[in-house]
């Protein structure tokens, strides 16, 4: 878990991590913000075996709130990270 994040409704939030799969190269980093019902895929072309890839992903939210982005790793063989990491967005009004 990265930890919660504070934003406000109608206004850009970027949440920054990275991705690594121990002695593997990680090939994509997939993104949901529906519970994990749909992932995002960004790929990462050229990651080396046990180098961090950094990510960084916006989200603006519609309204106030709370959010939960789920973030993983794929390895080049295909196999997608066991638990996702999940970052906790909480949204205030623009009032």
Not at 26 to 42: E, I, L, M, N, P
Not at 61 to 70: N, V
Request: aromatic letters at 10%; hydrophobic letters at 35%.
């Amino acid at each position: 878990m990265i930890g919660t994040l504070a934003g406000t409704a109608g206004h850009p939030v970027t949440v920054k991590g990275y991705a690594q799969d121990f002695g593997f190269p990680v090939s994509a980093v997939q993104f949901s913000c529906d519970g994990g019902c749909t992932w995002t895929t960004y790929e990462t072309p050229n990651a080396e075996s046990g180098v961090n890839v950094n990510w960084s992903f916006t989200f603006t939210p519609p309204e106030a709130g709370t959010y939960e982005l789920l973030v993983r790793a794929v390895r080049g063989d295909g196999r997608i990270s066991p638990e996702p990491a999940r970052v906790t967005l909480d949204i205030s009004s623009d009032d």
